[in-house]
């Protein structure tokens, strides 16, 4: 089946920091979402984003379809960006493919 | 915004015990699934619907498991017997026809004693 790794796997921030996560992926994809688990172990729906680039606020992500690689933007950093951050893919098959989840902690 | 809703949000049962998890989907949503998430592990994929019968399922998904549609509104996830290894949250996900996006409800978290 596809392979979905995400880098870095934990990132500590201090407030007010950028950063950004990558996912890479290897086989072309229909579909490709970024996710966001709050505390309470919901998953939060970022983006959808199968190519192009998107934003929202204070997050934007950026999707390469033809390098098999997608980019997820924080600026910013605030505490309520901590979390588990997945990036999904979807290869053909109808059905997602998630990664391992990149770990944020921004510090106050 | 239409939002995929699942009921309930915390289920605790003893082993050999059944579950039913419950989902309502956005309304003219025709795909459904179900994925899984073990404590501290990344979330896995169960199974997909379409049109009334399973398109895809995981190897997870073994006998034990069942989904079905029963009025046309709520999709569920049955476990038969559950054992210490089915406690995960559990995620339903739906979506349309003009679109591969999923839609995740807030998941159900099923504690097996």
């Known amino acids: 089946g596809i392979q979905v790794e995400q880098s870095p796997p934990d990132l500590i921030l201090q407030e007010g920091a950028n950063s950004t996560l990558r996912c890479n992926f290897s086989d072309s994809v229909n579909n490709l979402q970024w996710f966001h688990q709050n505390p309470w172990g919901q998953l939060i729906n970022l983006f959808y984003?199968?190519?192009g680039t998107k934003q929202n606020g204070r997050l934007s992500a950026t999707t390469v379809a033809t390098e098999r690689y997608s980019l997820l933007y924080i600026s910013s950093s605030q505490t309520t960006d901590s979390g588990v951050y997945f990036c999904a893919v979807e290869p053909y098959d109808y059905k997602l493919s998630f990664g391992a989840g990149t770990t944020v902690t921004v510090r106050a | 915004e239409p939002e995929v809703t699942q009921t309930p949000s915390h289920q605790v049962t003893q082993m050999g015990q059944e579950v039913i998890l419950r989902c309502v989907p956005i309304s003219n949503h025709l795909y459904f699934y179900w994925y899984r998430q073990i404590l501290g592990q990344k979330v896995e994929f169960l199974v997909s619907f379409y049109n009334n019968e399973i398109s895809e399922k995981s190897e997870i998904f073994d006998d034990q498991f069942s989904v079905e549609r029963p009025d046309g509104s709520n999709f569920t996830l049955k476990i038969r017997s559950t054992k210490l290894e089915d406690s995960a949250m559990y995620f339903c996900?739906?979506?349309?026809?003009?679109?591969?996006?999923?839609?995740f409800g807030p998941g159900t978290r099923l504690t097996v004693t």
């Open positions: 984003i199968p190519s």
């Open positions: 996900a739906t979506r349309g026809d003009d679109s591969y996006e999923q839609y």
